[in-house]
T-cell receptor
Framework: DAGITQSPRHKVTETGTPVTLRCHQT?????MYWYRQDPGHGLRLIHY???????DKGEVSDGYSVSRSKTEDFLLTLESATSSQTSVYFC???????????FGSGTQLSVL | DQQVKQNSPSLSVQEGRISILNCDYT??????FLWYKKYPAEGPTFLIS?????DKNEDGRFTVFLNKSAKHLSLHIVPSQPGDSAVYFC????????????FGTGTRLAVRP
């Protein structure tokens, strides 16, 4: 599993509340990514990080922010959750040769 | 604009037969392609990849074919097994993009015993 832990695994929240999802890795990988998976859309990149305090936007970054203060942790924050952000969120790390991504088990987020 | 397309949302095949999953792309700058497999309630797992300088890569029962002129790749699974039942995503990378992958929408494969 490439030492990736996502927390929480499931969360139900209300519209307008802030939510933070955590991705923790144990193998000191430099690159980390947040994707969301939705029916009919596959996996879409939200934000990614190429090192501590170095982050950049993906294709669906609106409404999300990220932080990486330590190599091992990459946090995804929904400042004010909306129903359109109901999704399964996956964290990934890039390991070694040929840009393979290894994914965590995902967080199922429901915004009511 | 969907740059990586999997036009078949689902596929059903008999155990022991060949499964062929297809993927089309529009961005000619993609230089590396990957297939991922996903079971319910789990994260996607890497299956097989191919560089744009090749037209075929094989790993056991899995073979990926790349046709650059047609901007098309396919994944062949021979023979198919019930444990292959999963959602399959193709993904592609532009070398200068910061190593970001663009994924297709996925194809759900069901292998019937």
């Amino acid at each position: 599993d490439a030492g990736i832990t996502q927390s929480p695994r499931h969360k139900v929240t209300e519209t307008g509340t802030p939510v933070t999802l955590r991705c923790h890795q144990t193998e000191n990988h430099r690159y980390m990514y947040w994707y969301r998976q939705d029916p009919g859309h596959g996996l879409r990149l939200i934000h990614y990080s190429y090192g501590v305090k170095d982050t950049d936007k993906g294709e669906v970054s609106d409404g999300y922010s990220v932080s990486r203060s330590k190599t091992e942790d990459f946090l995804l924050t929904l400042e004010s959750a909306t129903s359109s952000q109901t999704s399964v969120y996956f964290c990934a790390i890039r390991s070694g040769v040929n840009e393979k991504l290894f994914f965590g088990s995902g967080t199922q987020l429901s915004v009511l | 604009d969907q740059q990586v397309k999997q036009n078949s949302p689902s596929l059903s095949v008999q155990e022991g037969r060949i499964s062929i999953l297809n993927c089309d792309y529009t961005n000619s700058m993609f230089d590396y392609f990957l297939w991922y497999k996903k079971y319910p309630a789990e994260g996607p797992t890497f299956l097989i990849s191919i560089s744009s300088i090749k037209d075929k890569n094989e790993d056991g029962r899995f073979t990926v074919f790349l046709n650059k002129s047609a901007k098309h790749l396919s994944l062949h699974i021979v023979p198919s097994q019930p444990g292959d039942s999963a959602v399959y995503f193709c993904a592609a990378r532009v070398k200068s993009s910061g190593d970001k992958l663009t994924f297709g929408t996925g194809t759900r494969l069901a292998v019937r015993p």
